[in-house]
């Protein structure tokens, strides 16, 4: 993985393909996403951090580009 633009560009045109197919799976992992927000349990980059370790552990590329 060399570029990190251009992976997410594909992923965020597979994202949009797949919101047109089934919009309420997409809404609802964007609802989870937001739920870590709303418990100010941890600060917003310490849910970042976890999710890019989470992204490096699984080896996803498209979520390493995300986060």
């Given amino acids: 993985m ?3 633009t251009e992976t997410i560009g594909a992923v965020t045109r ?3 393909e797949l919101a047109r197919y089934t919009p309420d799976t997409v809404k609802g992992v964007g609802l989870l996403g ?3 927000a709303k418990t100010n ?3 917003a980059k310490t ?3 976890i999710a890019l370790a989470v992204a490096v552990t699984t080896r996803c590329d ?3 580009a995300f986060h």
């Fill in 2 to 4: 060399e570029n990190w």
């Fill in 14 to 16: 597979r994202v949009h």
């Fill in 34 to 36: 937001g739920a870590g």
């Fill in 41 to 43: 349990h941890l600060d």
């Fill in 47 to 49: 849910r970042e951090l």
């Fill in 62 to 64: 498209g979520c390493i």
